[in-house]
């Protein structure tokens, strides 16, 4: 049954909100239903980025200002919906960011949570917790929340990645501490590769106890995720709405690999068409590999290669793959379930 609709604004009514109103209160049946809505209501729209311009701007950006001087090059992708409050969707952040060869972004460190997906260059670095990584296309970076964090080019190609924040989120607790190193690069402590021999190898130390809530891999390679979707491809089993469709995740525990932002990457036979599906996790989508359409709320955006496109919450989506495709994606879908709120809807399938 509908909830009940907005009462009559009768003059005496008006009159008493008008009194009330100064006194810092106001009635509740006057907007009950703005904010209690039967279904996801949200500024957020379906929206894709062309990667090509999007690079074109990126490197103009190069001659305008260093990346130290900038603290991170990025330019904001922000949702058409939503201008002027750096957000994606409603609930999380999107960037695209420049490092030029020899160039340093400075080490600093925040509680919002960061992920790196490596679009352009290839053996550019970030390092987190004192140890270095080497990032090539595809890869998934993880930066846990108040990790000290700097980025370094010391390749002779620009590096570009998209960065997924959780900023909307922590700005929503009123939550955000952030603070500057005393120096451009932290010291590096740990070997490169080391977090990944120690907890990407199907092992953990034997003594090993949770201390944090992120992965403590922190370099998903693609070579080695893009490995796992061909070896299971061969067993044909496609899931309807998602094709092929795993989840990054935390070795320790198996939950997801970061505190509020949800990672996945999907792989789309050539020819496979999703059946709708729709979710309360409005996702950001990256593809890497193939092209093909979706359909958003009814309205198709055609992609390629690096294009970004945005799914709103509880917006009907199916995916047409003309070759085979693979998309990376990310959502808030861990912080949603954390509280209870996560929603799906597979239509009929
Ligand atoms: C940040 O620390 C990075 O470390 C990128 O590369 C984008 C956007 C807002 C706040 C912090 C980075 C960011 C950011």
């Not at 402590?189 to 922190?218: C, E, W």
């Not at 070579?223 to 995740?249: F, I, N, T």
């Amino acid at each position: 049954m509908a909830l009940t609709g907005k009462p009559e604004e009768t003059p005496e009514r008006l009159a008493f909100y008008e009194k009330i109103d100064e006194h810092a209160m106001t009635p509740l049946w006057a907007v009950f239903s703005d904010i209690i809505t039967p279904e996801p209501k949200s500024g957020c729209q379906p929206h894709l980025w062309r990667y090509d311009k999007a690079r074109e701007f990126l490197l103009e950006s190069g001659g305008l200002i260093t990346a130290k001087e900038a603290e991170r090059r990025v330019l904001i992708l922000e949702n058409p919906g939503m201008r002027g409050s750096s957000q994606i969707t409603t609930s999380l952040y999107a960037g695209l960011q420049l490092v030029l060869p020899d160039e340093v972004a400075p080490a600093h460190r925040h509680s919002q949570s960061a992920l790196r997906f490596v679009l352009d260059g290839a053996g550019a670095h970030t390092s987190v917790n004192g140890e270095r990584t080497n990032m090539q296309f595809g890869d998934f970076v993880i930066t846990p929340p108040g990790a000290w964090h700097d980025h370094g080019n010391h390749t002779d190609e620009p590096m570009i990645w998209l960065d997924g924040l959780d900023i909307p989120i922590v700005g929503f607790f009123d939550a955000s501490f952030a603070e500057g190193y005393v120096a451009d690069e932290q010291p590096i402590n740990r070997q490169t590769g080391d977090s990944f021999a120690r907890y990407g190898a199907n092992m953990l130390p034997v003594d090993h106890k949770q201390d944090k809530l992120a992965s403590p891999i922190f370099n998903y390679p693609y070579a080695r995720s893009r490995e796992a979707l061909e070896a299971m491809k061969a067993q044909q089993e496609w899931d309807p709405c998602h094709g092929l469709k795993m989840r990054y995740v935390n070795p320790v525990d198996g939950g997801w690999a970061m505190p509020t932002i949800a990672p996945f990457l999907q792989l789309l036979p050539k020819g496979f068409k999703t059946a709708a599906y729709r979710s309360t996790d409005a996702t950001v989508f990256v593809p890497t590999e193939g092209r093909g359409r979706s359909t958003i709320d009814g309205q198709v955006f055609e992609w390629g290669p690096k294009d970004i496109f945005v799914v709103p919450s509880w917006k009907w989506v199916h995916h047409e793959a003309e070759d085979e495709a693979v998309l990376f994606s990310y959502s808030d879908r861990v912080a949603q379930q954390k509280l209870g709120l996560f929603k799906e809807d597979r239509g009929n399938s």
